[in-house]
């Protein structure tokens, strides 16, 4: 059987029996009664396209049991009874439903939304495919959650800046609810009391300036541990060698030493080797897609069962590791330093176990902010120097064109230190060309308002997802010359900051919710990358004329997809 409106067409997999004229007359009759135009049809539609469905099949259970006369009787007053209740229901509802100016968007269908149309990988690129036809906001209706597409600067003003405090929570999602205990973190917790006393906290130990000039040493102690591992490595300067396995090593120990005032000797140390693969686990688990058809239908959320097992027992695994191997062992220093009375250095874990100690935080929080820091300092860090490590490899001019600025500006053989890096225009041109066109969070962290909003002249429901794409609004000709060049000059010619002051560039986002990463991070990138110049050479390994530039998105990330083999060896000029 086949319903029609103008647009709209449903085949069921049932069929009227032809003998029963009665029972076709009321199938008929309903179908011309309630299939007219109405101000929301396709609410209306889908749910007697459901009712339809389910009176069909009852319908032809009711014929195979009982006989004839009796089949059809029972089956008009159930079909009846089924079909006046439900869309007596629909109609009220509808009647009663507040008439919302929602922003344009594909069609949706009832309980998918736009799902089956979509899909569940909503990365940067398919986001901005829909900006262009939708425009610079967009609805996605993905099953009971709507996304809200924001592809503008000045939407990401509105967003971040304006109405921050409208738009400055977070959604919550079954997997990071896992991960961070149900917002017990700072990153992805809901705006309120608990974030604002989270981001105090950290930040003292993690955020200032004088961090970064007390940490700095360590930094350039690390990269310089890279170097000497890079020189007494013989493959390295011949078949080549994975240059982000050793990068990755330092990234842990510069973190590491500011968090505990520990390292790891090498990328043989066990402990190591165990922190890394939980928390590549946990990237894979985390910025997966698999998933998210159960985040947006709640009723398919017994089919992750198995999945969110996995991540609960891997939480548990992480959080064990911090504990024991990192919190535990550092009071234990703490305490033997006590008992003897003696001074010692603090380090950032100190400063969180004081307000621990004050009752500001509990024991929980404490390893919510060390799994953080490990997924937010270090795995992005990592990937915007292996994204600048695969540019300079294929760009050899823009290397020696940094190379030729260092010693002109500092003196060959003197390695940069933090304190030089205002004085690399071409460097931080460089670093900047890398963020704009491999943005490692290229949605930003997803913001969300917790109330009814309206966002140009639009309105935009509570509890919607707020997807600001930060990598199209960098990447977009409108707002960029040849945005899909890797050219560092664009930095030169305009002074364009990433603290997010101009909206056109936001790898760090801007306002309440910013990164406050962004002061450990740009100085890092620009010490690591700067320092291998001045040593350096790179090229692709024999047989290979340039690295692979093939990205790998998730749900908030984006990373280079193969880990390259690359040829280190000393500078030839």
């Not at 159930?78 to 229901?89: D, I, N």
């Not at 520990?262 to 890394?276: A, M, P, Q």
């Not at 959320?301 to 535990?328: G, H, T």
């Amino acid at each position: 059987m086949t319903g029609r409106t103008p647009g709209h067409e449903v085949k069921y997999a049932w069929s009227i029996p032809q003998s029963n004229n009665l029972h076709r007359k009321l199938y008929e009759t309903t179908l011309l009664t309630f299939w007219h135009p109405y101000p929301r049809v396709s609410a209306v539609q889908g749910a007697i396209d459901m009712s339809l469905l389910g009176a069909g099949w009852m319908a032809e259970q009711l014929e195979r049991v009982l006989p004839g006369s009796s089949a059809a009787l029972t089956t008009q007053n159930v079909l009846y009874g089924l079909l006046v209740a439900t869309l007596m229901v629909i109609l009220i509802m509808e009647l009663r439903k507040e008439r919302l100016n929602l922003p344009p968007g594909p069609r949706a269908v009832p309980i998918f939304g736009n799902w089956l149309q979509v899909g569940d990988d909503l990365n940067h690129r398919n986001l901005a495919e829909m900006s262009k036809k939708y425009g610079d906001i967009f609805l996605l209706k993905m099953g009971v959650k709507n996304y809200v597409g924001i592809s503008s600067p000045d939407l990401a003003k509105e967003v971040l800046h304006t109405q921050g405090i409208e738009f400055g929570s977070r959604t919550r999602n079954v997997v990071f609810d896992i991960f961070t205990g149900n917002g017990q973190d700072m990153v992805f917790t809901v705006y309120g009391e608990h974030w604002r006393r989270m981001r105090r906290i950290m930040t003292v130990p993690f955020f200032t300036t004088k961090v970064v000039q007390q940490s700095r040493f360590a930094w350039e102690d690390e990269i310089n541990h890279v170097i000497k591992d890079l020189k007494a490595d013989p493959e390295a300067s011949t078949t080549g060698c994975i240059i982000r396995r050793r990068l990755q090593l330092m990234m842990y120990n510069v973190m590491y030493r500011m968090m505990f005032d520990r390292r790891f000797e090498s990328v043989k140390d066990e402990l190591f080797i165990k922190l890394s693969t939980v928390n590549r686990e946990r990237s894979q688990l985390a910025q997966s897609f698999d998933y998210n058809y159960g985040d947006f239908i709640p009723i398919l959320r017994p089919f992750l069962k198995k999945y969110l097992a996995r991540c609960q027992a891997l939480k548990d695994k992480r959080l064990a590791i911090f504990k024991e191997y990192f919190i535990d062992e550092r009071k234990k220093v703490l305490a033997a330093r006590e008992a003897k009375r003696q001074a010692g250095e603090k380090v950032a874990i100190d400063f969180i176990f004081e307000s621990e100690q004050k009752g500001e935080i509990n024991d929980d929080n404490v390893l919510y902010i060390v799994e953080n820091i490990n997924v937010a300092a270090i795995e992005t860090t990592l990937w915007s120097i292996e994204w600048g490590v695969a540019e300079l490899c294929n760009n050899p001019h823009m290397l020696k064109r940094i190379r030729a600025e260092l010693d002109s500006k500092l003196g060959r053989g003197n390695l940069i230190t933090e304190p030089d890096i205002p004085r690399c225009e071409y460097l931080t041109a460089f670093v900047k060309e890398v963020m704009r066109l491999h943005m490692a969070i290229p949605l930003l962290v997803p913001h969300m308002n917790l109330n009814k909003a309206k966002l140009a002249g639009y309105d935009i429901p509570a509890e919607s997802k707020i997807l600001v794409n930060a990598w199209w609004i960098a990447n977009n000709p409108k707002y960029w010359n040849e945005p899909e060049k890797f050219n560092p000059d664009r930095f030169m010619d305009e002074s364009i900051e990433a603290t997010g002051a101009d909206f056109r560039f936001l790898p760090f986002g801007a306002g309440r919710r910013s990164c406050p990463g962004i002061i450990v991070a740009m100085p890092l990138l620009h010490l690591v990358l700067g320092r291998l110049v001045q040593t350096f050479d790179f090229s692709p390994p024999p047989g290979v004329d340039k690295i692979d530039m093939t990205e790998k998105g998730g749900q908030f990330s984006l990373f280079i997809k193969n880990h390259y083999n690359i040829v280190v060896t000393d500078r030839k000029d």
